[in-house]
């Protein structure tokens, strides 16, 4: 019997004002995968991801998290939540006042029990799993590059161990090179942690590299997932348009 998914919505129906967004989208993450989000401005793929984090609970539609459903969640279903999902915002999102170790600390003394000099020492042991060096701790947002900021807001992802983490945009903003790194960290902490992984990414190398399946949102809707080697073979137009770009193609040809 196969296990069910971590993640499921259903029926989503996300409209402002006459503007519909999404219309009876459905979508299914397995647990331990990494799934990809892709599709076109406009087609409400960050939307998407903070519906599924519960920050804009849905009007129309069922969603359910690690086994719970949160269409119509209470204040206590919020907490649950928090405690169980991490998310990295696509510029970073850490507080600016807050040096990197008080980013990383601040939600382990929201949400647990644990003395001071205990969250410390979890707080730099995710700020070393994210891949920086220990001298980052004592730094604020503003003294850090571009790819540093990324995993520092990572490291802040992971505070609370986390069974899913979302990512939005992980890799805008890098160079080649910094975006391929982040992918790699992605993936070894994936095997590492026993995480499920959910982002939304513009960049087709990261498809490639660090995607188990891809969902194609389009006409409202999710309207198809699949491997991405699969999927570039889709005769929808909308897929082909997305697979057409030169970056991909050189990817696909390496």
């Known amino acids: 019997m196969s296990e069910p998914p971590i993640i499921r919505v259903q029926g989503l129906r996300t409209q402002f004002g006459?503007?519909?967004?999404?219309?009876?989208?459905?979508?299914?993450?397995?647990?331990?995968?990494?799934?990809?989000?892709?599709?076109?401005?406009?087609?409400?793929?960050?939307?998407?991801?903070?519906q599924m984090i519960l920050l804009d609970p849905p009007r129309v539609g069922r969603i359910e998290l690690l086994g719970r459903?949160?269409?119509?969640?209470?204040?206590?279903?919020l907490r649950w939540v928090r405690e169980r999902v991490g998310v990295l915002f696509q510029q970073g999102a850490l507080f600016t006042a807050m040096t990197v170790l008080e980013n990383v600390m601040l939600p382990m003394?929201?949400?647990?029990?644990?003395?001071?000099?205990?969250?410390?020492?979890?707080?730099?042991?995710?700020?070393?799993?994210?891949?920086?060096p220990s001298t980052a701790a004592g730094k604020y947002p503003r003294?850090?590059?571009?790819?540093?900021?990324?995993?520092?807001?990572?490291?802040?992802?992971?505070?609370?161990?986390?069974?899913?983490v979302f990512l939005d945009e992980p890799t805008s903003g890098l160079d080649p090179v910094g975006a391929a790194a982040f992918d790699e960290l992605v993936l070894e902490l994936k095997e590492l942690l026993g995480l499920t992984v959910v982002m939304i990414t513009h960049d087709p190398d990261t498809l490639w590299q660090a995607?188990?399946?891809v969902a194609f949102l389009a006409e409202k809707r999710v309207v198809a997932v699949a491997p991405v080697a699969e999927l570039i073979k889709s005769p929808q137009t909308d897929i082909q348009r997305y697979f057409s770009s030169a970056r991909t193609q050189n990817r696909r040809a390496n």
């Open 109 to 132: 003394l929201e949400h647990s029990r644990l003395g001071r000099a205990t969250i410390q020492e979890l707080a730099m042991l995710r700020i070393r799993m994210a891949g920086l």
């Open 143 to 164: 003294e850090l590059s571009g790819g540093m900021v990324k995993r520092a807001a990572l490291a802040r992802a992971l505070a609370l161990d986390p069974e899913i």
């Open 211 to 213: 995607s188990d399946r």
């Open 69 to 77: 459903d949160f269409t119509r969640p209470r204040a206590e279903d």
């Open 18 to 50: 006459d503007t519909v967004v999404h219309d009876q989208l459905d979508l299914d993450v397995n647990r331990g995968e990494i799934l990809a989000i892709v599709g076109g401005s406009g087609t409400g793929k960050t939307v998407l991801l903070r």
